[in-house]
């Protein structure tokens, strides 16, 4: 009897489990792919721009209102979003703008949602160099105009727009918990590519961050180069961070430290990223 209770409660538990399994469907656009995750009340639209920059863009819809996570760096990319949002049954409401804030041209009478620290690193900080660096790579078709604060986005728990937000301050800016879907937006997670480290202290915060997300058993983690991911990217981003550190420490020199990487992980993509991490670990004298 208490063996057929026991099976009983486990087919019940994996009936939850796939009865909270979102329905994923794919739409190709001109350009990018927007994967779409139906959690029922809650729908997530990942747009992949498959820009030069390999950004990501999230659109998370509740009750006839679309909260958007970040924003498209180049013109392309912004019209071709517009128009998506526009065949929805959704209104944008807000922007929630972290570590991406050039992009300007998009959405403009949208509000902007963020925090000081974030603006401060988007228009004088670190962000504002690399959105410096972008326009002289990148020119005419990469937007370089530099969203505002419109509004002021509160450590912990708020609602923006109807939905339920939790930021959490990083060194930079912020990462966002979205607890009606167990997700988590942060810049940057994976896989299967590489990451942007500044040096050995960046790395370990990055380490923290990734236990940190494996204890909370986010069900999906968002980030700003990569299509959702799940608690294995995580485990195999911890061990690539790891192995950068290492790699780093044993190395000559920034064209030796790369050549390392690249032989341990030849399939990564963004070889631009390493070429960043290289610069950071391996500072021009």
């Known amino acids: 009897m208490k063996k057929a209770i026991t099976v009983l409660a486990a087919v ?14 794919t739409q190709t656009l001109d350009k990018g792919t927007v994967q779409v995750y139906d959690f029922g009340k809650v729908k997530l639209h990942a747009y992949d721009t498959r820009d030069a920059m390999a950004d990501s863009v999230f659109l998370v819809e509740k009750d006839g209102n679309l909260v958007i996570i970040e924003q498209p760096a180049f013109y ?32 403009p009478d949208v509000p902007v949602h963020t925090t000081p620290q974030a603006r401060e690193y988007g228009h ?5 160099a690399l959105i410096d660096g972008f326009v002289q790579a990148f020119g005419a078709p990469f937007d370089g105009k530099i969203s505002d604060m419109d ?30 879907i167990n997700s988590v937006y942060t810049h940057m997670l994976g896989a299967d590519t590489h990451s942007i480290i500044a040096g050995p202290a960046h790395a370990d915060a990055i380490l923290d961050t990734l236990r940190q997300f494996q204890r909370k058993n986010y069900r999906y983690i968002l980030s700003a180069h990569h299509m959702p991911e799940g608690q294995a990217e995580v485990a195999v981003k911890i061990a690539y961070i790891q192995d950068i550190k290492e790699l780093a420490a044993s190395s000559r020199d920034a064209a030796d430290f790369k050549a390392r990487v690249k032989a341990k992980y030849p399939a990564y993509l963004g070889e631009n990223y390493l070429d960043m991490t290289a610069g950071f670990f391996f500072p021009s004298k």
Do not use: Q, W
């Open 76 to 107: 392309e990319g912004e019209k071709e979003l517009a128009a998506y949002i526009d065949t929805l049954n959704a209104k944008p409401r807000a922007k929630v703008l972290s570590y991406h804030m050039s992009g300007g041209a998009f959405l």
């Open 12 to 25: 019940l538990l994996c009936a939850a489990c796939a009865a909270n399994k979102p329905a994923v469907r």
């Open 124 to 128: 004088h900080g670190g962000g504002k």
């Open 151 to 180: 509004r002021e986005l509160p450590k912990g728990e708020s609602s923006v727009a109807g939905l339920t937000l939790r930021v959490i301050p990083t060194a930079e800016a912020f990462d966002v918990e979205i607890p009606e």
